[in-house]
């Protein structure tokens, strides 16, 4: 149901007082020690709406605000906020993890503490609200691991919200199966005995032809698209082994399953062709398409018609990507709309959706907030090293197992000796950061003894 005004002016009181609490308890964070992970100073958030904040599914990024109330139960997911990588001091012209997960974790801590202070004042009916700090939704699944940890057991109904180049209510997702193709051949001098190798990058682009020829026979609504993770050694050396990453991707998971037979017969194709050994291996956790709850979508559209806040009609010339609140939605009554935080045609990950993060500050301003009254807060992956050379070279190898990518680790680590994460993290404050979520990629418990010791107090 739309909010009332009284309401709506209680949750402006609220606003303020929790913008001072957080500043207050964020120096005290900085003062002590950095927090493990992301989830630490978001989950001090929702304590300044009366609220317990704890831990759940033995998650140390994973926290649940639990309630007062009685049934019917709503849990807000708020992701650990990964910010925009922007303003870094090796990697201004890289967006890295640019797609607006900061509005999903704020949004859903601010959303929580004003619902519960609806539900104690105003609502005439009884309920409980749950903020659950959800991490790793893009290659982790962590709804899911939640949900199978029983979190979200007692919850009756479920809202999250995502930036994005356009405010739709309504908007599906697909489901993805993640799969691993290597290839498995011999390995010899490509100028001197090439007859003698067997040639595993050949298998590799094979399979790449193949997906691409099979394009014409699938569904229009189905994508499959994926990178060559290793491509051999050096360009004297037959191959002799190989591997590739891909998505496949639906809107119903029984064609996902059909992509991933189809993908196994193409990828037994190259290798038979090229007379290598082929193993496909895929993630276990299947993200679900999302199934929004058609009644609480019209209500959240009539709440945004109460705020002037209208939604976007869509053109058509996107595509769909895919979530693990689509596990949530297939579970429970769910919510997953997004909001307008750049112009339209504006692609999440990527600089430009980066740069626009900007234009969400300008509504702010246009509706008589401060710009400064949201804060912004800014994931760091850091690496403290006094040989930058070998912690560069690490965090390429991290990246390059995790996401596929190495050159990530350009576009949103700051690494080195004391000194040069102390002028990276500043550079990130300078450009607007309002609290950093400090990351270490390795050796986590010793990298957050020496931040805490070495570069913490220098902020």
């Known amino acids: 149901m739309p909010a009332s005004s009284s309401a709506r002016e209680r949750s402006s009181r609220r606003r303020s007082e929790r913008r001072r609490s957080r500043r207050e308890a964020e120096g005290r964070r900085r003062r002590r020690r950095p927090r493990r992970r992301a989830g630490a100073p978001l989950a001090s958030h929702p304590r300044h709406a009366r609220a317990r904040v704890q831990g759940t599914a033995g998650r140390r990024v994973a926290h649940r605000v639990p309630g007062q109330a009685r049934r019917p139960r709503r849990a807000g997911r708020g992701r650990i906020a990964d910010g925009v990588p922007r303003h870094h001091s090796r990697a201004r012209p890289r967006a890295g993890h640019a797609c607006g997960h900061n509005v999903i974790a704020t949004a859903g801590c601010g959303a929580g503490a004003a619902l519960a202070l609806a539900l104690s004042t105003t609502l005439p009916f009884a309920g409980r609200v749950q903020v659950i700090g959800t991490p790793a939704e893009e290659g ?102 190989t591997s590739a990453e891909f998505y496949l991707r639906a809107i119903t998971v029984d064609y996902c399953w059909e992509l991933l037979r189809r993908f196994t017969a193409a990828a037994e194709g190259a290798a038979a062709a090229t007379g290598c050994r082929v193993t496909v291996t895929h993630d276990p956790t299947v993200h679900e398409p999302l199934k929004p709850n058609a009644t609480m979508a019209g209500l959240f559209a009539k709440n945004l018609e109460l705020i002037d806040f209208p939604e976007d009609p869509d053109d058509g010339q996107a595509g769909y990507g895919s979530t693990d609140c689509g596990n949530v939605s297939q ?31 300008g509504i702010l301003a246009e509706r008589g907030r401060p710009p400064q009254s949201f804060p912004v807060g800014k994931r760091v992956y850091v690496a403290l090293d006094r040989d930058r050379a070998r912690a560069g070279k690490r965090l390429a190898e991290w990246f390059g197992a995790f996401y596929g990518k190495p050159e990530l680790a350009e576009a949103v680590c700051v690494w080195g000796d004391a000194e040069a994460c102390v002028e990276g993290l500043r550079a990130v404050i300078a450009a607007g950061a309002g609290f950093l979520m400090l990351n270490p990629v390795f050796d986590e418990l010793e990298q957050l003894e020496r931040l805490a010791a070495d570069v913490v107090p220098r902020l």
């Not at 010899?188 to 032809?209: D, E, K, M, T, Y």
């Not at 769910?334 to 500050?361: N, Q």
């Open 331 to 361: 579970r429970l009554p769910t919510i997953h709309p997004y909001i307008r935080i750049s112009p339209d045609g504006v692609p999440g990950h990527s600089r430009e959706f980066a740069e626009e993060m900007t234009l969400l500050r």
């Open 140 to 241: 982790g699944a962590g709804k899911v691991k939640l949900m199978d940890a029983g979190v979200f057991a007692d919850v009756d109904a479920a809202m999250m919200i995502h930036g994005r180049c356009g405010t739709q209510v309504w908007r599906p997702t697909l489901g993805i199966i993640k799969v691993k193709a290597e290839f498995f051949g011999q390995a010899a001098h490509a100028s001197s005995w090439p007859w003698r190798g067997v040639n595993a990058l050949n298998a590799v682009i094979g399979l790449f032809n193949a997906l691409d020829a099979m394009r014409q026979q699938i569904r229009p609504d189905a994508r499959m698209h994926g990178i060559i993770t290793k491509g051999g050694e050096q360009a004297n050396i037959i191959p002799e082994y």
